[in-house]
């Protein structure tokens, strides 16, 4: 797996964290009772983008060497998504 590898898999699983941690559980405006005039009710009170993205960066890299050493190992290979025969061994 060259580094070019590690590093699409890593940017897929980043941008993939981000969303699901971007819909983490953050109290709305409307739970907290100071909803800025000008923005829906249901948007987040406090947000810092800065400790999002710190986090999912931290979390990126945990379940990329995960996936590079699961598919370095050998546990998951290309023929077993091969369901019609089409990669020549």
């Given amino acids: 797996m060259s580094i070019t590898a590690i590093f699409v898999v890593f940017a897929v699983v980043w941008f993939l964290l981000l969303l699901l941690n971007l819909q983490g ?50 546990w998951i290979t290309l023929d077993m998504f091969d369901f019609y025969n089409i990669i020549e061994k």
């Fill in 25 to 74: 559980n953050r109290p709305s405006q409307a739970e907290s009772g100071d909803v800025v005039e000008g923005t829906p009710s249901s948007a987040p009170a406090e947000f810092h983008p800065k400790r999002v993205a710190f986090r999912t960066t931290i979390y990126s890299v945990l379940v990329t060497i995960v996936l590079v050493y699961v598919i370095k190992s050998g």
